[in-house]
């Protein structure tokens, strides 16, 4: 059996957005109990880009480079987080994220489009093709009562935002699953270099 990684891409969140989702998370947690959340230090706030799942250690530096290639012709963007959401459903609440809005979102779906597709062909396909921007703020612990209807509280941080920032690397991390939940840490980052288009006046 080759040894394995696992593997994901994702765009890391600078550490004044983490404090921002930190103290979200202290607001939130008396209100939504029983969520492992999300932790700055252990597992870093991240947008993840591709779930690659194990990937053979034999693969990780074509990988890298492959995903280095494809990420730094994009140029560098903004991006405001904004507002929260849960998968799979509300009412059903499993994960708890922090959504995005704004411009951003579209030289964000460029990239991650291209990133997903140079790690398939690098022979590293992501594990759902589906793409939905968040950032994870916690996942609610199962087998621990009814499903939680979150949509209360969804509505009333609907305008909530953590502001924007710069996004100006793409990262392919290695997860290391430990009882105390994952350990992230990042095998190459890949400089968003390229030029922004001029604007027409
Ligand atoms: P997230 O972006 O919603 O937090 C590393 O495991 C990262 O990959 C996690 O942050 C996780 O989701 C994302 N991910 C996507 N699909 C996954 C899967 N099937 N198993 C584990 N993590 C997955």
Known sequence: MPDKTRTFLAI???????????????????DVPDVRWASATATAFHLTLAFLGDVADVDLVR???????????????????????????????RVLWVGMTGPGLEPLARLQKEVAAAATQAGCPPEDNRFHPHITLGRIKVGRGPARDLSPILRHHQTWSAGSFRVSEAVV??????????????????????????TSP
């Open 63 to 93: 990988l890298c480079r492959a995903v280095n290639d494809a990420a730094k012709p994009h140029a560098p963007f903004e991006l405001r987080l904004e507002g929260l959401g849960c998968f799979p459903d509300p009412r059903k609440a």
């Open 173 to 198: 991390f290695a997860s290391t699953l430990a009882p105390e939940g994952p350990i992230y840490a990042p095998l190459s980052t890949a400089r968003l270099e390229g030029e922004k288009p001029e």
């Open 12 to 30: 890391p969140v600078p550490d004044k957005i983490g404090e921002k989702l930190t103290r979200l998370q202290a607001q939130l947690a008396p």
